[in-house]
């Protein structure tokens, strides 16, 4: 299962996003895995019961970085530190921020905040350093080699008189400062931001906790309430828009809880009263009817409720 779930993610097809195969696979018992700088590929990759996060999945991940990276480890070896996977691969700001964030870093940085890994990164030259017209991201010649843009030229000589003056004082090492562990709201935005998606937490957990008591089922129950008009709780996963005989719009939405799948349909007077609330950013509270055809429950929506 991990090694299948991780092939459709990978190739990127399926009526599905790839959000709702994540969620799938957890359902399934098995354990997603964040991306790691020395444990990613860039496709998703599955053994025995986890399925570890491709490097593909980084939103906004420029691709010589991937490419360097991949290539880096595979010449030099697994990254011993967060200093030596910048000493060795040449990394544009924006992508070190990216791979910190998600927490791809981790594992390299035992003992040590991701908010510290900012800060060592900013804080020794990050901040433009690595910049390029071309945005070229190439591994250092060797593993000690200096980082500079592609096409560039070694520092001149300083000019007695003018930049000699520069010399007058030793650098000094950079001391990062201590930084606390990012709080757990934080870290969750993080994820979304660099993933697109939350891959250690369900988005619906602490509404569900928050819905005990009002008579929400879960999706894998919705079979057993065939005829009847339930409320279930439901995050936006996809869905078609499709048109009536007399051309009127309505449309066919799947949304999921922490338990499964459910199928909605939106007809034309619920399409028109609720189209406008649809989103896949926030979860929604849905009331209608159970109806079965050919062996499959589906909810006829009468009602949303925003959440």
Request: charge should be neutral.
């Amino acid at each position: 299962p991990a090694e299948f779930m991780a092939a459709v993610i990978s190739n990127q097809g399926g009526y599905y996003q790839t959000f709702a195969y994540v969620s799938e696979a957890k359902r399934m018992g098995i354990r997603v895995l964040p991306p790691d700088v020395n444990q990613s590929e860039r496709h998703y990759t599955g053994r025995g019961r986890e399925m570890r996060v491709g490097l593909m999945q980084l939103k906004g991940l420029h691709a010589d970085t991937l490419e360097a990276l991949l290539a880096e480890r595979t010449r030099g070896g697994a990254f011993a530190s967060f200093a030596e996977l910048r000493r060795r691969v040449f990394v544009l700001p924006s992508d070190a921020e990216l791979l910190v964030k998600s927490g791809a870093c981790d594992s390299i940085a035992p003992g040590r905040t991701r908010a510290e890994l900012l800060w060592e990164h900013y804080l020794e030259g990050g901040v433009g350093e690595g910049e390029n017209p071309a945005g070229v991201c190439k591994p250092a010649r060797s593993a000690g080699a200096a980082q500079r843009p592609e096409g560039s030229s070694p520092s001149p000589t300083p000019q007695p008189g003018r930049a000699a003056t520069l010399e007058l004082f030793p650098s000094q090492p950079v001391v990062t400062p201590k930084a606390p562990a990012y709080d757990r709201p934080t870290m969750l935005r993080h994820e979304v931001e660099t993933l697109g998606f939350l891959i250690s937490a369900h988005p619906l957990e602490p509404y569900e906790r928050a819905m005990h008591g009002r008579g929400v089922i879960a999706a894998r129950d919705l079979e057993r309430h065939v005829g009847r008009r339930i409320t279930i709780l439901g995050w936006h996963v996809t869905s078609k828009l499709v048109h009536t005989k007399h051309e009127e719009p309505m449309e066919f939405v799947t949304f999921e809880d922490t338990t499964g799948l459910v199928d909605a349909t939106f007809f034309p007077r619920a399409y028109e009263r609720f189209c406008h609330l649809l989103t896949s950013t926030r979860p929604f509270l849905l009331t209608g009817r159970v109806e079965e055809e050919y062996g499959v429950s589906t909810l006829n929506v009468e009602h949303v409720e925003r959440l």
